[in-house]
């Protein structure tokens, strides 16, 4: 019989984190130092952080870091990797209610998927109003079924899409496509073994 996930998010996330210890490797995502590498530092809201790889690597490169995640474990991790220096607050809030309170030079979305409830969407499309004029979204996530038969994960240009269509208080005109592409890469998982995987990578500019 398979065991049940808890229907609350907050617990979901806490207690895998806790269970697990570090998830992830600690480094930054291929799809965000790729996209960002040499672009001028400016202001970050990094969104589903988790242990904080991205958002520390931001920081060291002259980024102020938001980063916010649902996980005050996962955000344990991530301070512990702080160094003097490094400017990132770190906010423990559910992305399905939390309003950004201000606007952002760049906002990054990184794998943001989840088993359990996510109003991805609806955070996205929140997420790009935080953009300020001439800054970037960047969402990043996997593609296709992940190895994961009943999940059917979108490609950039259903993002895209989705954050446009109708009910959607975004106008694509304000926005020029950076990047749109599927990205293959080989993922080491926490198991240490290896397989290829493919992402899908969007990063828009809001005109100025």
């Not at 617990?11 to 965000?32: H, I, P, Q, T």
């Not at 935080?130 to 190895?147: N, R, T, Y």
């Not at 975004?170 to 926005?175: G, H, M, N, R, Y």
């Not at 599927?182 to 073994?193: E, I, W």
Request: hydrophobic share 40%; net charge negative.
């Amino acid at each position: 019989m398979t065991a049940q996930l808890p229907t609350d998010p907050a617990e979901y996330w806490d207690n895998r984190y806790r269970s697990l210890g570090r998830s992830w490797s600690g480094n930054v995502n291929a799809a965000l130092e790729r996209e960002l590498d040499g672009a001028p530092a400016g202001t970050a809201l990094d969104l589903g952080c988790g242990e904080g790889g991205d958002a520390l690597w931001l920081a060291r490169q002259g980024w102020r870091v938001t980063a916010v995640d649902i996980s005050p474990t996962a955000l344990a991790i991530g301070a512990g990797e702080q160094q003097p220096g490094d400017d990132i607050t770190w906010i423990a809030a559910d992305l399905a209610v939390w309003q950004p309170p201000e606007r952002y030079d760049l906002v990054s979305a990184c794998f943001l998927h989840s088993e359990v409830e996510l109003p991805r969407v609806e955070i996205l499309r929140r997420a790009a109003g935080a953009v300020a004029p001439g800054g970037s979204l960047l969402v990043v996530g996997h593609f296709g079924d992940h190895g994961h038969a009943q999940l059917a994960l979108p490609g950039p240009d259903d993002v895209r899409v989705s954050l446009f269509a109708e009910g959607s208080e975004l106008a694509a005109d304000d926005w020029t496509v950076a990047t749109s592409a599927l990205v293959g890469r080989t993922a080491t998982f926490p198991d240490g073994t290896t397989r290829p995987v493919v992402d899908s990578v969007l990063r828009l500019v809001r005109r100025d």
